[in-house]
């Protein structure tokens, strides 16, 4: 049996009548609950030697025309037996400032062994009247070093602090008047349960209430790293070292942390940039989905062997086949990993059709210049090799470049969605379509109506 479940299960005789009594007491305060204006309750979640305990409460449920400025929250444990490691207030919500500007709440979190007071506000200058109403909102949250222990001693209380007022209404009204219960503030029991992790990232439910991801979403920000190794030290902050598992693009550099981490393992290996240093980022990349892809190799294909080319993508476990287009014959030329294979000519910005048994991204450290390219009337297979690019080149950029009499339409394969994306032009010579991104690595159907060439 673990520490924490004798800390529920290992009541000894001696504390029979207390925990009868703190049964009672409980029923007295969910009796309470029924009609207070102001609910406060408890989810711990426990291991073997950690606890974490989330405050909530239920405002104004029954009352359409207050709402809370300000709250303070007193939790008492047995200090003997539990070592206090992190407190917070939940900031997102119960804060001083204006309509543009968020203040910490000053002294908001206040520690005594065995007692932390937790103070909050919603009070914005811009608009002071406005408050806080809702069921199951997240005051603060503490989270506990154990040892070995049969009793918490958890309970909840009024919080003093200072001149900080408790439970403050919109209307002006102070709920914490013992006299006047049923429009006042009732506490209720902190339930203890284990800790559980949902979406099996890594990270328990509890720690991802407390840093803001979601519990039920194994990668919340989309980046394709799981949340639990983004948050490598599973404490719910964003810490040195560590990517936010609430951004994609945690430097802001403008590749995606799943990008730079390409094995998506939490680590910067060989070969990966950092995710977390925005002067440190690939100067173009792969991604290839699982499936059919379009991709353009950028860099200098001159004099590579098949058996190269394909190293290029991977092995036999990883690629299935990638067929290289030989654009005057009309032709394509497959070529499968780890087979006999002819020799192709690899043609500087040719582009290429590879199909995937994996998802997997290559990245491509050298910064390599493309001045021009080649097309010629009808169908090309081609991409951008340069990093030279400008930012922000689109579809639409490449179209107006060659001129509706040159170019019919370019068109893009999303592994994401399973479809093409296309641009072109209408009857009247303006542009049409998506306007995507035409970026190194990516490969691009172009049909053109008369040879042309495109500079960059």
Known sequence: MSRLNRMIHGISVKHLWSTILFIFCMYLSTSLSLSADVDVYGNGTYTADRLIVLIYADIFQNNTDKSLLSFGVKLTYNAANLTETQ??????????????????????IQKTNGEIIILGGKLDTGNPIEGVRGSKILLGSITFDSSNTTEPSLALGFGKGGNYKNFVATDGSILDDITQPESGVAFGEINLSPEIDSDGDGLPDSVEILGGTDPNLADTDSDRIPDGLEDTNHNGGFDAGETDPRKKDTDGDGFEDGIEDANQNGIVDAGETDPTDQSNHPAAFIELGKGFNIVCIPKDLSNTTAEA???????????????VCDDEADLFTILIPEAVNPNPDFIKGDGQIVLSKTHKVLLYLSQMTCTSLNLHSGFNLVGTTG??????????????????????????????TGLFESAGFDQ?????????????????????????????
């Not at 080319?309 to 476990?317: A, D, M, R, V």
Request: aromatic share 14%; hydrophobic share 35%; with cysteine.
């Open 387 to 416: 990093t030279n690019i400008p930012q922000g080149y689109s579809a639409y950029d490449l179209l107006s470049a060659l001129g509706s009499e040159k170019i019919k339409s370019i068109q893009r394969y999303v592994s994401e």
């Open 309 to 323: 080319f394909l190293k290029e993508f991977g092995t036999s476990e990883e690629i299935e086949r990638v067929m």
């Open 87 to 108: 407190t917070q207030l939940n900031d997102a919500i119960w804060y001083f400032g204006n309509t543009t500007l968020k203040h910490p709440c000053p002294n908001c």
């Open 428 to 456: 009247d010579g303006n542009v049409t379509g998506i306007d995507f991104p035409v970026t190194p690595g990516e490969g691009y159907f172009i049909f053109m109506a008369q040879d042309g060439t495109l500079n960059f």
